[in-house]
Every structure is written in C-alpha cells, then in structure tokens.
C-alpha cells in the first residue's frame, strides 16, 4: 500500500515490548515548553534497506534538536537539548517506512520523539504550542499509544492555505498515520482531563529524511542557527 490521493494514510502501531510502555511515565520534563504539560526523549537513526533484512536501524551519536524558525515560532532557530530513548523504537520505525513506502534505493535519516502530553487542575494539556504547521520533513508519522482520562488530542490535518482541516479525528491507543509533510499542514488540539483529575496522552512522532537532506549534523545546526536553512 502506498499514501492515498490527499498524501495521508491511517495504519495501526505494531506490538511494541512492555518495555516501551513502561517508559513513558518516566519521560522528563521537556523543558522549553512553558509549564510541565509535556515530557520527552528524543533520538536519531539512519536506516537503511536489505533485500534479505528490511530496514535497519543504526543508532546515531547523540546530537541536540533543532528546528528552522519558518517551521516553529515557539521553540525553533535554538538547539534543545533532550535526553536520548532508551527504548527500541525499530518495529514502529520499519512500520513507518513500509506504509509510505520508502524509496529503498537510499538511506534514510529519521527523528524519533517519544512524548507525553499531561493534563490536570494545573496543568493546561498543549498539544501542538506552535499551532497547526510543518515540520520541514519529508514524511513523518503520528503514533498514538495510549489516552487516559482525557477528552480533545483531536488530530487535524489542513492544507497549505487554509485552516479548514481536511481530516479531523481523534486516534485512538494503537493507531497512527503518515503523511507527506510538504503537502500538508497538521495540528493536535489541546487535551483535558476531568476537575480534580489527572490524564495523559502518550505518542511518538517519527521524521523521515533521506539521507542526503538529512536534519542532522553540525552543518545543518549551523543553519539553522544562522537563519540560512530552509
């Protein structure tokens, strides 16, 4: 299968160990958000495919994140420094890039981002701080893991010039989607949890580059730092 006529394609998360669930309640607090509704581990692979293997993940050396200021006006044109994974995120990852499919003549580079979102009396649950937007990738992918207790993680999806979505839903634990990410906009809206209570949603969201125009490196960092990459 390949993405549909809008560039989007809804699949469902492989089994992941034990292990990977276990990990989220202890995810630090990602602090350059304004408050401590989002917690987070951050790493970056190359993949590359074999006729006989699949995709395969090669860890790369830890490196901070960083995004283009056209892309994120919240927290971008800085280095953020997160923690790195300590999980396996390969069957997700290898799920990602069967369902574009991938171009398996090239390596590809892929962020990996392991999130969750907290909602209570004091904490507001902002999904999406930067508002609907690209992420400046070529693919990337939005894995749903769990909702507890919570209403609104509505995910949207929106074209270039408007803000009407084109999709609305509200993925549910074990499902995901990919998209093209130069022909769309997508967007989270915020989470709440009931007066006195406390929720949470916990995903991950996969980048994928190919390696040639990969968003890692000192070089790319300098660009993005000095304004000049786009």
């Given at each position: 299968?390949?993405?549909?006529?809008?560039?989007?394609?809804?699949?469902?998360?492989p089994k992941l160990d034990d292990s990977v669930l276990r990990e989220f309640p202890t995810l630090p607090v990602d602090r350059y958000c304004d408050g401590k509704f989002r917690h987070r581990r951050f790493s970056q692979y190359r993949i590359a495919h074999s006729a006989t293997a699949g995709w395969q993940l090669e860890l790369l050396p830890h490196r901070p994140f960083c995004q283009a200021t056209k892309f994120n006006g919240v927290t971008g044109g800085q280095?953020?420094?997160?923690?790195?994974?300590?999980?396996?995120?390969?069957?997700?990852?290898?799920?990602?890039?069967?369902?574009?499919?991938?171009?398996?003549?090239?390596?590809?580079?892929?962020?990996?981002?392991?999130?969750?979102?907290?909602?209570?009396?004091?904490?507001?649950?902002?999904?999406?701080?930067?508002?609907?937007?690209?992420?400046?990738?070529?693919?990337?992918?939005?894995?749903?893991?769990?909702?507890?207790?919570?209403?609104?993680?509505?995910?949207?999806?929106?074209?270039?010039?408007?803000?009407?979505?084109?999709?609305?839903?509200?993925?549910?634990?074990?499902?995901?989607?990919?998209?093209?990410?130069?022909?769309?906009?997508?967007?989270?809206?915020?989470?709440?949890?009931?007066?006195?209570?406390?929720?949470?949603?916990?995903?991950?969201?996969?980048?994928?580059?190919?390696?040639?125009?990969?968003?890692?490196?000192?070089?790319?960092?300098?660009?993005?730092?000095?304004?000049?990459?786009?």
């Amino acid at each position: 299968m390949a993405l549909d006529e809008r560039h989007y394609r809804f699949f469902p998360v492989p089994k992941l160990d034990d292990s990977v669930l276990r990990e989220f309640p202890t995810l630090p607090v990602d602090r350059y958000c304004d408050g401590k509704f989002r917690h987070r581990r951050f790493s970056q692979y190359r993949i590359a495919h074999s006729a006989t293997a699949g995709w395969q993940l090669e860890l790369l050396p830890h490196r901070p994140f960083c995004q283009a200021t056209k892309f994120n006006g919240v927290t971008g044109g800085q280095l953020r420094d997160f923690d790195p994974l300590r999980i396996d995120p390969g069957p997700l990852v290898r799920a990602g890039a069967e369902e574009v499919p991938l171009d398996t003549a090239t390596d590809w580079q892929v962020d990996v981002h392991q999130w969750r979102i907290v909602s209570d009396d004091s904490t507001r649950g902002v999904s999406v701080p930067e508002g609907p937007h690209q992420d400046g990738h070529t693919f990337s992918v939005i894995a749903v893991i769990d909702r507890v207790n919570i209403t609104g993680g509505e995910t949207q999806l929106l074209p270039m010039d408007s803000d009407e979505p084109f999709v609305r839903t509200v993925l549910r634990p074990g499902q995901a989607v990919v998209l093209d990410d130069r022909k769309m906009r997508h967007y989270a809206t915020d989470i709440a949890a009931p007066p006195g209570e406390h929720g949470h949603r916990d995903i991950f969201l996969l980048a994928y580059n190919t390696w040639p125009e990969r968003r890692y490196g000192e070089a790319y960092e300098k660009a993005v730092l000095a304004g000049t990459w786009c």
